[in-house]
């Protein structure tokens, strides 16, 4: 297996390619920490990790898992808070509705017609 053939996709997370690039690496295990550090990093796509791993390149690989994990939990939380903003644009509690989903009367609104119509009859 060449692990500098593994290469993160452009929408892989960095959990996924981390994985993968795992898997391979077990299949070469007297491979160094150097290499792995390098076939590692020249797979990674342009990024926060990446430019941190030029930055301050690690010691070792196991430096290198430290500091991905790290990203990793960061893209994670990335990835909870865009999937929470787009349920809460889509009928949530202090959401305004978007162009295509259908208008909800607000709790507001409901109960002052329901007085309305108690009234007027």
Do not use: W
Not at 85 to 95: L, M, R, V
């Amino acid at each position: 297996m060449d692990l500098f053939a593994i290469k993160q996709k452009s929408k892989e997370s960095l959990k996924d390619y981390l994985r993968r690039f795992n898997q391979g690496a077990q299949e070469v295990p007297a491979a160094p920490s150097e290499v792995l550090v390098s076939a590692f990093s020249q797979g990674l796509i342009e990024g926060d990790f990446f430019r941190s791993l030029i930055k301050k390149p690690p010691e070792n690989f196991d430096m290198l898992m430290t500091r991905a994990d790290k990203y990793i939990h960061v893209e994670e939380a990335q990835s909870a808070r865009r999937i929470n903003a787009d349920s809460s644009s889509h009928g949530g509690p202090e959401s305004t509705a978007c162009s295509g989903c259908p208008k909800r009367a607000s709790p507001a609104t409901s109960t002052a017609q329901k007085a309305g119509a108690r009234t007027s009859g």
